[in-house]
């Protein structure tokens, strides 16, 4: 029953920074891991970045090691991905997603779509040339 809020994409030139916010709420339990996957039209659904309950481990995507830092707050049940450096490739609709607050993920299962309960909307995140 957790609800997950995403804010934070636009319209950036390439270079340029954004920081996406995920809040969540209304569920019984806490989320648990978190992540941030992205998806373009006609294409599937992709990995970004992930980060686990204590926020102590975080798994990234080749595509944005050294560029996207994942970070959560967990008094305010918010996740964050801080994008620096964006490239056009970044263009996506972003997407929150939470794994049940008592479920174990490990590491490795950050990055799949299947260790997650609970999925944000989207936002649009748009780099131009």
């Known amino acids: 029953q957790v609800q997950l809020v995403e804010s934070g994409g636009g319209l950036v030139q390439a270079g340029g920074s954004l920081r996406l916010a995920c809040a969540a709420s209304?569920?019984?339990?806490?989320?648990?891991?978190m992540g941030w996957f992205r998806q373009t039209p006609g294409s599937d659904r992709y990995f970004v970045a992930g980060?686990?309950?204590?926020?102590?481990?975080?798994s990234y995507a080749d595509s944005v090691k050294g560029r996207f830092t994942i970070t959560r707050d967990n008094v305010k049940n918010t996740v964050y991905l801080q994008m620096n450096n964006l490239k056009p490739e970044d263009t996506a609709v972003y997407y929150c997603?939470?794994?049940?607050?008592?479920?174990?993920?490990?590491?490795?299962?950050?990055?799949?779509?299947?260790?997650?309960?609970?999925w944000g909307q989207g936002t649009q995140v748009t780099v131009s040339s």
């Open positions: 980060i686990s309950t204590s926020g102590l481990t975080t």
């Open positions: 997603a939470g794994a049940q607050k008592w479920t174990y993920i490990s590491r490795g299962d950050l990055s799949s779509l299947t260790s997650y309960d609970y």
């Open positions: 209304g569920g019984t339990f806490s989320s648990g891991a």
